[in-house]
């Protein structure tokens, strides 16, 4: 509880930057499920300054982004490597990646999540037993 009472401090802090996605009236430099924070922004330097913004204030509680274990993806049709920096440490370009069991892919096609979703099915149906 206490973590995600901390996550969330951090994450109004993070907003105040205004470089999110804009959806309809919104502006969304985040989203979050528990302890897995996607951010987001309209371009790279936008995705840069909301990254840094958001390990200076993890910083100031204690905590830090690790950058082994993070991601940068960039997506859309134009979609092209980002060099996102923590710490003078570039994270890890991905074409595709999970999220909430939802596989989420770099031009946004959903033919990939269909066919993990099958086939994750397909290995739980093999498993049953005739009654």
């Not at 922004?41 to 390990?55: C, I, P, R, S, Y």
């Not at 910083?59 to 960039?74: C, F, H, T, V, Y």
């Not at 994270?91 to 939802?102: A, P, R």
Request: proline residues 1%; glycine residues 4%.
């Amino acid at each position: 509880m206490l973590i995600k009472i901390c996550l969330d401090f951090v994450m109004r802090k993070t907003s105040q930057t205004m470089v999110g996605v804009r959806w309809f009236s919104d502006e969304f430099t985040d989203l979050d499920f528990a302890d897995d924070i996607a951010l987001t922004a309209e371009n790279k330097d936008g995705l840069q300054k909301v990254t840094d913004t958001f390990n200076q204030e993890v910083n100031m509680i204690g905590l830090r982004i690790s950058a082994s274990k993070s991601k940068a993806m960039s997506i859309g049709q134009a979609c092209t490597q980002v060099n996102i920096n923590v710490e003078y440490t570039m994270l890890e370009n991905v074409d595709k990646f999970t999220c909430l069991g939802s596989m989420v892919t770099h031009d946004g096609d959903i033919k990939t999540d269909v066919c993990s979703r099958i086939a994750k099915a397909t290995d739980v149906f093999r498993t049953l037993q005739p009654i």
